[in-house]
């Protein structure tokens, strides 16, 4: 008895810079570090959509049987970057 698909599972970062404290403990002013959220948020919304239009079409045409897109997670701050990981799992029928 073989299972009847195989998944495989990507993982999609986007990373941009966004504001930290400078030294000697400086914050960052609100207003940049509400820009760089928003920026941050419309990046993920603009990831999900074209992995969505893009693994629709593979669906669509068979090349997949399934997909999933996990919810994004929060990636960083660390150094100077900040952003989110999406995993992507993606399914093939076995014959």
């Not at 008895?1 to 810079?17: D, M, W």
């Not at 940049?32 to 239009?53: K, N, P, V, Y």
């Not at 100077?80 to 399914?91: A, E, H, M, P, Q």
């Amino acid at each position: 008895c073989h299972a009847p698909y195989e998944v495989g599972e990507f993982t999609v970062s986007v990373v941009r810079c966004v504001p930290i404290a400078e030294p000697p403990a400086i914050a960052p002013d609100a207003a940049d570090l509400d820009t760089a959220a928003g920026l941050i948020m419309q990046d993920m919304s603009e990831t999900m959509d074209a992995l969505s239009r893009a693994l629709c079409l593979y669906q669509d045409n068979d090349s997949i049987s399934d997909y999933l897109i996990t919810p994004a997670e929060s990636a960083g701050p660390e150094g100077k970057c900040g952003g989110f990981t999406l995993r992507v799992r993606i399914s093939l029928e076995r014959f």
